[in-house]
C-alpha cells in the first residue's frame, strides 16, 4: 500500500515563502512523476506544478515564483513557493504516479490528503 503524506502547509504574509514537502511511503519500485495540486475555495481542482524524469511544468499562475523539485531516492517532492499572493491560498495536494514492487508491475496513481495553505496580513 502506498501513502502520500504532505507537510510544510501554514499561515504566511503576502510576499512570503512556504516550502511544501511529500513523501511517498509503500513498496515502490519507480517514481514516474509528481505533481502538486491546488484546489481554492469555490473552484476546482487544478495542476500547480508537475515533474518527471525530464521535465518540471508550471501553470501560468505559479511560473517564476514556485519551484517543484524531486527526490527520486527518498519518493519526496517538493514545492518551494516564493512571492506568495493571497490568490495562492488553497488545499494543495500531491500526486504521484508510482510503480509498486509488489504485486510486480503495478502502477497507479496517487493522492496525498492536502495541506492547506493561507496567504494573509
Known amino acids: 500500500q502506498v501513502h502520500l503524506v504532505e507537510s510544510g502547509g501554514g499561515l504566511v504574509q503576502p510576499g512570503g515563502s512556504l516550502r511544501l514537502s511529500c513523501t511517498a511511503s509503500?513498496?515502490?519500485?519507480?517514481?514516474?512523476?509528481m505533481a502538486w495540486y491546488r484546489q481554492r475555495p469555490g473552484q476546482q481542482r487544478e495542476l500547480a506544478a508537475y515533474?518527471?524524469?525530464?521535465?518540471?511544468n508550471y501553470a501560468d499562475s505559479v511560473r517564476g515564483r514556485f519551484t517543484i523539485s524531486r527526490d527520486t531516492a527518498k519518493n519526496t517532492a517538493y514545492l518551494q513557493m516564493n512571492s506568495l499572493k493571497p490568490e495562492d491560498a488553497a488545499i494543495y495536494y500531491c500526486?504521484?504516479?508510482?510503480?509498486?514492487?509488489?504485486?510486480?508491475?503495478?502502477?497507479?496513481?496517487?493522492w496525498g490528503q492536502g495541506i492547506q495553505v493561507t496567504v494573509s496580513s
Open positions: 500526486h504521484a504516479d508510482l510503480q509498486q514492487t509488489w504485486p510486480p508491475g503495478t502502477r497507479d496513481m496517487y
Open positions: 509503500g513498496s515502490i519500485f519507480r517514481n514516474y512523476a
Open positions: 515533474i518527471d524524469d525530464g521535465t518540471a
